[in-house]
Antibody, heavy 120, light 108 residues
Framework: EVQLLESGGDLVHPGGSLRLSCVVSDSTVARYPMSWVRQAPGKGLEWVSS????????NYTDSVKGRFTISRDNSRNTVYLQMTSLRVDDTAVYYCANLPSLVAPSFDYWGQGTLVLVSS | EIVMTQSPVTLSVSPGERATLSCRAS??????LAWYQQKPGQAPRRLIFGASSRATGISARFSGSGSGTEFTLTIDSLQPEDFAVYYC??????????FGGGTTVDVK
């Protein structure tokens, strides 16, 4: 069974930074495009960012452009989300999810999520 | 940005009955739509992609239909484990990838 394991969530002050990691248990799945999706407390799902299998193509939702950076290290089966200038409204559970492709990007495998709490 | 609108917000159904959930796109998305199920405290799980194709391991009680702007998720003979929140997601025109607001299916 393919597993995705996120880590790095924490309590951080507004304006602070945090780096999330997502390790994929299956080396084949780990080469596919990956995404981060977040869910604010009691709210729905929001796509945050995606990265191609090679890491050469990245996309972001407008609200995080210039503040968040997605990257990957395929030798470690790991995807990262570097978050800077964090705001209170970035508070959410952050899920990493695998995409079968960037042509038809629905979210296949999901991790269990890591909580980012931005508060003073 | 393509806006996805789900209805109803809450659907109350008795076990064993059928549930019909709707999802509307603000512009045509062909069949580029997925459905997800999320239970409390859990990650979402993909049920349907391509509007009507069941994901691996998903019960045949779940079926998807529609194209263009109108889509439906049907759950036949609701089981206790089916009571959850359901989201649709379009991937026809992105970024951004967009989700509907969700429909909660609860026990009547």
């Amino acid at each position: 069974e393919v597993q995705l394991l996120e880590s790095g969530g924490d309590l951080v002050h507004p304006g602070g930074s945090l780096r999330l990691s997502c390790v994929v248990s299956d080396s084949t799945v780990a080469r596919y495009p990956m995404s981060w999706v977040r869910q604010a407390p009691g709210k729905g799902l929001e796509w945050v960012s995606s990265i191609s299998g090679s890491g050469g193509v990245t996309n972001y939702t407008d609200s995080v452009k210039g503040r968040f950076t997605i990257s990957r290290d395929n030798s470690r089966n790991t995807v990262y989300l570097q978050m800077t200038s964090l705001r209170v409204d970035d508070t959410a559970v952050y899920y990493c999810a695998n995409l079968p492709s960037l042509v038809a990007p629905s979210f296949d495998y999901w991790g269990q999520g890591t909580l980012v709490l931005v508060s003073s | 940005e393509i806006v996805m609108t789900q209805s109803p917000v809450t659907l109350s159904v008795s076990p064993g009955e059928r549930a019909t959930l709707s999802c509307r796109a603000s512009q045509s998305i062909g069949k580029n739509l997925a459905w997800y199920q999320q239970k409390p405290g859990q990650a979402p799980r993909r049920l349907i992609f391509g509007a009507s194709s069941r994901a691996t391991g998903i019960s045949a009680r779940f079926s998807g239909s529609g194209s263009g702007t109108e889509f439906t998720l049907t759950i036949d003979s609701l089981q206790p484990e089916d009571f959850a929140v359901y989201y649709c997601q379009q991937y026809n025109d992105w970024p951004p990838l967009t989700f509907g607001g969700g429909t909660t299916v609860d026990v009547k």
